[in-house]
């Protein structure tokens, strides 16, 4: 669907939030409710110091693009025309969320092909093991967060699967980079409605718009903030809220038009590959197609392979959904598939006095695991590599390239023996990595995932499975 001024025009309608650039010193009072349309940049001039050069208006849109699959689909190939790099999207469980793994494939990446934006991220700390290693997100303390794998009502989540809620004015969103974060715009994912508030954007302590979010419909948009002629650099962006009415934000990306390879990771804690089933078939769709990533990762497994109940039928036909929930949205995207890796549960405490004695450390010996599944591990739950199995299944069938996490770590109880070694690569939980076990895992995946990247930047689309 083609918007006025092109793909992120001025939406003219009743339920469009009120978005007003600025000058610095400028800002419209909070409370201020200007009308839609043309008019709005022409009273935010009249509220500005006499002089001042107000910025070229920036945009909202619609989240929902209002229009057919295939309307849709022509939106993804004008943004994937409109850029000269390659954008990956890797959704997972914890492993993906806290952003370790995801950022040793992106620096191998960058080195090889050059540095993207920083991509897609959630907003505040919606939770311990979310994270980003590229910028520092924080949030100030009168946001509540929730997040769509409890929540009852899943149609009001973008695809971060967090929203960061607040009824309170001057509280704080923060991004903050240690170097000039190169950009061509910000994009940021609020919620409008009847009773909303506004918003206030800084881009290095300088106030760039406010944006009312005022409507006469619930919904979700995008805040398009523009960098200056030429591009942009940024150390410390921050949204702050005008008044006391309420505000929700979802997420935040940033994004380059340059070449490069934009790797943005979205996950959550203790997920399973159920969780894409838990966005609306519009929402999933419609915001895969605004990002249009080139190349789609999927990292589950973990999480199904502790949970003993497990139907694993039915299970690979909720993976296989997902599948086809992705490619309907991206039929030219490249999709890969990551496999768990070994985990174990916790050896019970040892207690000598009590006849419970301590078993001898495993050794760190560094001898891959058996592809076949040999090398049993009791502490390992038995569906773990039956999970594997059927990913893998899964992969062949639908011609997915599958990268084996299990594989890299010794046979045996790998992870005990990871946890063993020096450094250690693996936690004491024997589930997560450490650093060094994330940067372990995240090169060898590099490696892998090259080849897609290379077929991305030449314009070749996923090969199809019919």
């Known amino acids: 669907m083609s918007f006025p001024g092109g793909r992120r025009g001025i939406l003219a309608a009743s339920s469009a939030a009120v978005l007003l650039p600025l000058a610095v010193g400028a800002l419209v009072p909070a409370g201020v409710q200007l009308p839609a349309g043309p008019t709005a940049s022409a009273n935010a001039a009249r509220s500005a110091a006499p002089g001042s050069m107000l910025p070229e208006s920036a945009s909202i849109m619609p989240v929902r693009f209002q229009a057919s699959a295939g309307a849709a689909g022509n939106d993804v190939h004008r943004i994937r025309t409109r850029r000269r ?4 999207l890797q959704m997972g469980d914890s492993h993906t969320a806290a952003d370790r793994f995801a950022d040793a494939v992106r620096q191998v990446l960058w080195r090889k092909f050059g ?16 994270r980003s290693n590229l910028l520092k997100v924080s949030g ?5 967060y929730e997040g769509i794998q409890r929540s009852t009502h899943t149609d009001v989540f973008g695809l971060s699967g967090f ?6 004015e001057g509280e704080t969103l923060s991004f903050a980079g240690s170097n000039p974060e190169p950009y061509a715009r910000v994009e940021l994912e609020v919620r409008i409605g ?3 508030g506004s918003i206030i954007v800084e881009i290095d302590d300088e106030p760039r718009l406010k944006a009312s979010l005022a409507a006469t419909k619930p919904g979700t948009r995008i805040i398009e ?3 200056p002629a030429g591009g942009g650099t940024f150390r410390k962006l921050i949204l702050r809220t005008g008044e006391a009415k309420p505000v929700t934000v979802s997420a935040l990306g940033v994004f380059r038009e340059g070449k490069g390879v934009t790797y943005s990771s979205v996950g959550f804690p203790g997920a399973t590959i159920d969780v894409i089933g838990r966005f609306t078939q519009t929402v999933l769709r419609e915001d895969l197609a605004r990002l249009a990533p080139d190349i789609v990762v999927l990292a589950f497994g973990t999480n199904e392979g502790f949970d003993a109940k497990l139907d694993l039928v039915a299970y690979r036909d909720r993976y296989l959904s ?9 039929p030219k995207a490249r999709l890969v598939m990551i496999g768990p890796p070994q985990a174990e549960r916790p050896l019970p405490a040892c207690k000598p006095a009590e006849g419970q004695p301590c078993l ?23 569906q773990l590599d039956k999970v594997r199995a059927v990913q893998r299944r899964i992969a062949e069938a639908e011609r997915i390239p599958f990268w084996d996490w299990w594989a890299i770590m010794p046979g045996g109880c790998g992870a005990s023996r990871w946890a063993a070694a020096d450094p250690a690569l693996m936690a004491k939980d024997h589930v997560h990595f450490t650093k060094a076990g994330y940067r372990k895992g995240g090169e060898s995946f590099a490696a892998f995932i090259e080849p897609e990247v290379r077929a991305a930047f030449r314009g070749e689309d996923a090969v199809s499975n019919d």
């Open 140 to 144: 100030s303390s009168g946001w509540r």
């Open 360 to 382: 001898p450390p495993t050794p760190a010996v560094d001898h891959p695991a058996p592809a076949d599944g040999e090398g049993a591990c009791p502490q390992r739950p038995a």
């Open 322 to 330: 997902a599948i086809r929930e992705i490619r309907a949205a991206l």
């Open 163 to 168: 929203n960061a809620s607040t009824s309170s």
């Open 115 to 130: 540095a993207g934006g920083i991509g897609y991220l959630s907003v505040g700390t919606p939770h311990p093991g979310v």
């Open 225 to 227: 903030v523009p960098a």
């Open 194 to 196: 009847p009773d909303a």
């Open 85 to 88: 790099g390659v954008s990956v």
